[in-house]
Each structure stands twice: as structure tokens, then as C-alpha cells.
């Protein structure tokens, strides 16, 4: 999984029983279906689980790879791409308080950003939904996950330019704006800098007072520039090759995620994320007409406003992935908001791979027999 890009789903074969609202976790098959996340090469996991008002938590495997701390189950990660979530959330806000609108411009309100042809058509819709064409500004900028750089200020504009610059002449659109779909990193960067040229604030401040305060979102912060992740947590790493060729696990805790901005710079924990998603499916941060562009897949490729979109066999989700060095996470929820999953796990690249076991615990959670 590279640095800040969705989580893959696969939607899982057979049938299932949604349980009865308010049933609770079946806690010991949850546990063991996260403990097969660390035995198939996760170093550690935790997770939410909620079904109605019933709650179930766990965590699994070492909050570091050489030591016996267990992993926190209260722990804070970073959550990458669900990052994009909370910026569009405050997009439609928004748009709802009739401060801009869907169809507007990036070329509106940020003149000359885009000088490729067809750059000047690209709207907020494209951006939120992945649709504008621009070409991916992380390219270059990673040895795997890991930024090669990691303890470098980026600000937007830097950014956006590597996107949009190569060298002296404009790199093209990877298709006109609106006629295709290709995840970008790069729309979730100009979102925010939409949000500042709107509202005269960062998108950080805004994020924080329309959304973290408001739910109580202790453990979720921006953190900009500062390069630390602080209060209980677990450790993330990122595969190395030494000279010799051998590769070594590093540790990747602490990292300026100004690299990702309003696209994936994120810290949270399952909790919060769960707090979050509930609210903002159940009406708590929208106007229904905003919620409903929202979890519209008028795309046809699996995507909404800021949010992924997949079938189980119970019905359709909703929610979003994240990757960030060291750390993997997937925060997916029903339409109601009534059942939740949220998933974090860390590892270094090994042979293994924990994300099936991840996405077969989220089936579990979300499509309890």
C-alpha cells in the first residue's frame, strides 16, 4: 500500500445475517479475527467495533517490534486518506452555507494553479470525487512509503506544483476533468487551499472548529509540521535496504506529515473515527441535501463526496482507508451509521500481508451472522 493512497477493498463472496440492531459483538470472534491480523504480519492492531449502542474494543500483538508492550487499545495512529474525509466534510459545509458551490472552479478561486489545458474547467465536484485529471504530486517524493525527506516543511503550494510542473512545462491532465476517475492525492491538497481562500483560515483550523471540537474528538489532531506523535500509541516502521542489501525495519513514528496536508496528515484513534463517521452519517455535520451528494456514487467507480463505497453481502459501506509510513488503517460504516468498523494496524513491509485478514474483520463487524 503506498503513502496516503485508499486502502484497496475486495467485497467479500457468500451471504450473511445482519445481526438485530443493538445485538452485541460476538467479542470473541472479533478478537480472533484481529489477532489473525497480527499473525499474518501485523506487529500490532486495534479496533472498534460497534453495533447499535453495543461496543466492543481489542487490541492484538506489541505496541513495538522488539519488546512486549501490548498494543494500546486506546492507542493514536496516524490515519492518512481518512484525512480527505473530514476536508470534504468541511467542502459541503461549505457549500451548504452557500459560501461556494460544487460546480465552482478551482480556476475561480485559485487563478493560474492549474496552466495545463482544461485545468481552468476543473471543479470542486472533480476534486472531491477524483474526477479532475490532475496527475499524482507524490511521484518522486517516496522511497516506498516513506517520504525520503522526513523531516521537511511542505507547504500546499509546493506541493500542487509538483503536480502540475515539471521543471519548466506544464505537465498535462491525465484525462479532461470530469470524463474519468483516478485517485489523486494532489485534489485533496487544492481542497484545502480552496478551504483558506474561502473561509481566511487553514484547513486545520477549520477541521478543528467545525469538527473536532464540536464531537469531542480528543485524540484527533492536525498536527502540521510538528513531527511527533504523542499519548499512548504504537510504533510504525518502514522497510529499509542497507548497503549490503539487506533490509531493516525503521522506525517511522515520528515524520513531518506536512507531506500530506489536507490530504492524509490525520492523527486519530478508532474511537474518534468511529465518533466521527457516526455523526457525520447520522446528520450531525450535514444538511441532508449536502449528505446525500456525499454518499452519492454518481461516479460509478466506488466513489462519493471524500468517502470509498463497496458491497458486502449485508449491503453497501461507506467510510475511507488510510496508509502513512509504518501505519494502515480502514474506517468503514453502513449508510445508517448504526454498525462501525474501525481498523488500525502497523507493520514494516514484510513478506506477509495483514490487510485480508483487516478486511475479513470488517466484514465480521459489519456483517454479523
Partial sequence: MALLTVCALVPAAGSAVAAPPGAAPDAAALQAALDQVTATGAIGAVAEVRQGDAVWRGSSGKSRLSGQQPAPVDGRFRAGSITKTFTATVMLQLVGEGRLRLSDTAERWLPGLVPAPGGDRITVRNLLQHASGLPEYTDGLLDGDAPRDRFRTWTAAELVRRAVKDGARDRPLLFPPGTDHHYSNTDYIVLGMIVEKVTSHSYRTEIDRRIIRPLGLRDTRLPGSSPFLTGPHSHGYEPVEKGDGTVVPVDYTTVNMSVAGASGEIISSTADLDRFFRSLLGGGL????????????????????????????????????????????????????????????????????????????????????
Avoid: K, N
Fill in 286 to 369: 450535514l444538511r441532508p441535501a449536502e449528505l446525500r451528494e456525499m454518499t452519492s456514487d454518481t461516479s460509478g467507480a466506488g466513489w462519493g463526496l471524500g468517502l470509498e463505497m463497496a458491497t458486502l453481502p449485508c449491503g453497501t459501506i461507506v467510510g475511507h482507508g488510510g496508509g502513512t509510513p509504518g501505519y494502515r488503517t480502514i474506517s468503514f460504516h453502513t449508510l445508517d451509521g448504526t454498525r462501525q468498523v474501525t481498523v488500525d494496524w502497523t507493520d514494516w513491509g514484510t513478506d506477509t500481508d495483514a490487510s485480508p485478514a483487516a478486511l475479513a474483520l470488517m466484514t465480521a463487524a459489519l456483517c454479523p451472522s
